[in-house]
């Protein structure tokens, strides 16, 4: 169901936006954009003791209008939507990397930062920079982050030193950091106040992302904590995970059409990302065909006619995590004849795991190529058997009626827990619930439901708006009631129905239906 709009949400969304620029090197603002590195002189090695608060406030500013050339203004809040380019020729290279003789690096930005020591109390300004460190098995020297980094759990619970766009700089100060890690595109003018307060800043993270240059930015911060082996580790997991998707992709025999949606605000035009874009960089890697490739911006905006055109054969959603469900996608005017709504084939997508330019990329690439490709992620081929309801899903993508590779019980104790624990604690006997719960897998993800008051678990929702003959012998009876009921209708109808003139007349929909064709309200999503 889609959220309320009004000054909160945009209140919401515009700091998003923010945060996903001062994260995620996504496409720049032109006005908050360097026009070269900023230059500094010899870099102290301990940051100031004295507390200093900015003299100005640090501005940047926000699109007004649609622009092809931007990002959406509706960007998930960790999202990157940045255009890969060439990667860099070398990775960043450092002087002698023992920390008693000290170690200076060139950082993004091309700025030198000398640090004498192995920094113990790091300040990250970045979802991405933080999943590095901690990637990097140094979260335990994290002392503060930004308010979007949430993994991994652990990072919850630091204190929060930004709001991914303006740093609390007398308290970063106060905490006494020997190094601070910003992101690609953090504004100059934030650069400039902690060189001016003697903090040791490094700046992780180029303008237009790629595999390659991310890979370079835990190079770079593998260097910064003296754990270059684990860095490697890193990049060489990122590597083996790309490889393995690339070869499974490579047995598909078809390459569906996609549409990547970024931001519906106006779902008469949403925002998806074009050629030149990550994103569409991960549609090629993953097997799929783009529906925006001739688009002539990274980050175009399709009108409605032109996606019908395209007639996309999957839908991912990126915007999910605002609200944006899969079921309320064919609900737009003229969308219900797309491929992609008739098959059941609308996935929201996770997307911190595929806009973070981080050491979860090749997750998100996996991600995706199983909502791209889910045929080729069965498991089946290689014999492997679950007996997990959850690594089952995971497995399969999505799953009506689970079945082999599936060898558990019909209706697993932790599905049954869980689905309770969804539903409030409902008080029925554990036999009688047991009974009557059903379970699948959708998006890689488990769901159940239970009959209940008469709840049709087993079977599809109703979307036909034809009255059924039951309904009009009912209504010859009754020719001007306001309600058929459900025993007439059926339990799996989506709609209102009422008797008019002795009719059956079709009213407002009250159910919404999921990504796979079910009555969503029914079906909970169960947590492992």
Same mark, same amino acid.
């Given at each position: 169901? $889609? %959220?309320? $709009? ?45 507390? !200093?608060?900015?003299?100005? #406030? ?7 209008? #649609? ?22 020729? &070398? ?17 993004? =930005? ?7 020591? *192995? ?52 308290? *970063? @100060? ?80 078809? %390459? ?88 059941? $084939? ?15 990329? =090749?997750?998100? @690439?996996?991600?995706?190529? %199983?909502? *791209? ?17 959850? !690594? ?10 689970? &079945? ?9 104790? !932790? ?37 209940? !008051?008469? *709840? ?56 919404? @239906? ?15």
């Amino acid at each position: 169901m $889609r %959220k309320a $709009r009004g000054w909160f949400p945009s209140i919401v969304l515009l700091t998003a936006l923010f945060m996903a620029l001062a994260a995620c090197s996504a496409p720049p603002v032109p006005e908050a954009q360097p026009t070269s590195a900023p230059t500094q002189g010899s870099q102290p090695t301990t940051a100031a003791t004295q507390a !200093a608060q900015p003299t100005t #406030a640090v501005t940047q500013s926000v699109p007004t209008v #649609a622009s092809t050339n931007v990002p959406p203004t509706r960007a998930p809040t960790n999202v990157s939507t940045t255009a890969p380019t060439s990667a860099p020729t &070398s990775a960043p290279t450092a002087a002698p990397t023992t920390a008693t003789a000290g170690v200076t690096i060139t950082d993004s =930005a091309g700025r030198k930062l000398t640090l004498a020591n *192995i920094p113990a109390r790091i300040v990250s300004l970045a979802p991405s920079t933080t999943e590095i460190v901690c990637a990097l098995n140094a979260c335990d020297k994290l002392i503060g982050v930004d308010t979007f980094s949430d993994f991994p759990a652990q990072v919850k619970s630091l204190p929060k030193l930004s709001n991914g766009f303006d740093p609390n700089y007398e308290q *970063i @100060v106060a905490v006494k950091p020997d190094l601070i890690l910003a992101a690609g595109i953090t504004s100059p003018d934030v650069i400039k106040k902690m060189e001016d307060l003697q903090l040791p800043v490094l700046v992780v993270g180029e303008e237009n992302a790629s595999f390659d240059t991310i890979k370079n930015d835990i190079a770079l911060v593998g260097m910064a904590l003296g754990s270059e082996d684990q860095a490697k580790q890193v990049n060489a997991s990122i590597d083996q995970k790309i490889a393995d998707v690339k070869a499974k992709v490579a047995q598909a025999t078809t %390459k569906p059409r996609v549409f990547w949606e970024l931001d519906a605000t106006d779902p008469a035009k949403p925002y998806t990302p074009g050629p030149g874009s990550f994103i569409n960089q991960i549609i090629e890697v993953t097997g799929g065909e783009n529906v925006a490739s001739r688009a002539t911006s990274p980050y175009p905006q399709l009108s409605a006619e032109e996606i019908i055109q395209a007639n996309p054969q999957v839908i991912i959603l990126s915007d999910a995590a605002y609200g944006v469900a899969p079921e309320s996608v064919g609900k737009r005017p003229g969308w219900d004849v797309i491929d992609a709504v008739k098959n059941n $084939r609308v996935y929201p997508i996770d997307d911190n795991l595929v806009s973070r330019p981080g050491p979860r990329v =090749a997750e998100g @690439v996996e991600a995706a190529a %199983k909502l *791209i490709h889910p045929e080729l992620f069965t498991a089946t081929s290689s014999g492997q058997t679950f007996t997990d309801p959850f !690594a089952y899903c995971s497995a399969v993508g999505n799953a009506d009626t689970p &079945s082999a590779p599936y060898v558990g019980d019909k209706v697993p104790k !932790a599905v049954v827990d869980g689905l309770r624990q969804a539903m409030g604690g409902v008080g029925t006997p554990d036999d009688v619930f047991l009974q009557g719960t059903f379970w699948r897998c959708m998006g890689g993800k488990v769901y159940a439901c239970n009959v209940g !008051a008469n *709840i049709p678990c087993d079977s599809k929702a109703d979307t036909n708006k034809t009255p059924m003959q039951a309904m009009n012998d009912y209504c010859k009876q009754n020719p001007n009631t306001d309600f058929i009921p459900a025993v007439v209708t059926g339990h799996s109808t989506v709609y209102e129905w009422k008797c008019q003139n002795g009719a059956a007349q079709v009213g407002k929909q009250l159910l919404d @239906v999921d990504a796979q064709g079910y009555p969503a309200q029914f079906w909970y999503e169960i947590k492992s």
